[in-house]
T-cell receptor
């Protein structure tokens, strides 16, 4: 069955600490991968995406993620977090079948709290 | 460009009633997908419409239905509401099979 796993449900960091959120997927075939963020009271926003090519992708607000095919992983990283990064982060996967569907399978989310 | 809009933003219904939620995609986007977000189950895919045709459907009972109009606007309907249907319902639009852009959601409370 298709699934996306996020290992950390709650993460608490101090400002300037480094961040790494884990994401693993289980999918038959090739996949497109995404990280979305949901700030308090706001809607889901795209942080970054991987479709193909360079496995290290850079997104908005200094975030980056690395696709490691052999580990079925797509971990999110940021070298130095800020209080404004406090939010819930979702990893998602989409079957890459050339135009069949936009269906996203989401992980359960990681709630990040950054202490000033 | 204006983003994805959803109406209403908040809704309170009682068990057994039905509800219709509306979604207007970003101009030019032909794909509209619906998701249910709850604390217990997270984000779950309901269905996707593309050019007025349902392209994919998630594992929800037949009480959940949807449609898409020729202008790409979409509605989803939930009949015979149950307490467990209380959730944030998110709509997302996309030009085709690409990145999806989410609306603010409709928060439904079933009493």
């Amino acid at each position: 069955a298709q699934s996306v796993s996020q290992h950390n449900h709650h993460v608490i960091l101090s400002e300037a600490a480094s961040l790494e959120l884990g994401c693993n997927y289980s999918y038959g075939g090739t996949v497109n991968l995404f990280w979305y963020v949901q700030y308090p009271g706001q809607h889901l926003q795209l942080l970054l995406k991987y479709f193909s090519g360079d496995p290290l992708v850079k997104g908005i607000k200094g975030f980056e993620a690395e696709f490691i095919k052999s580990k079925f992983s797509f971990n999110l990283r940021k070298p130095s977090v800020q209080w404004s990064d406090t939010a819930e982060y979702f990893c998602a996967a989409q079957r890459s079948t050339g135009g069949a569907t936009n269906k996203l399978i989401f992980g359960t989310g990681t709630l990040l709290a950054v202490q000033p | 460009k204006a983003g994805v809009t959803q109406t209403p933003r908040y809704l309170i219904k009682t068990r057994g009633q039905q509800v219709t939620l509306s979604c207007s995609p970003i101009s030019g986007h032909r794909s509209v997908s619906w998701y249910q977000q709850t604390p217990g189950q997270g984000l779950q895919f309901l269905f996707e419409y593309f050019s007025e045709t349902q392209r994919n459907k998630g594992n929800f009972p037949g009480r959940f239905s949807g449609r898409q109009f020729s202008n790409s606007r979409s509605e989803m309907n939930v009949s015979t509401l149950e307490l467990g249907d209380s959730a944030l319902y998110l709509c997302a639009s996309s030009p085709d099979v690409e990145t999806q852009y989410f609306g603010p959601g409709t928060r439904l409370l079933v009493l």
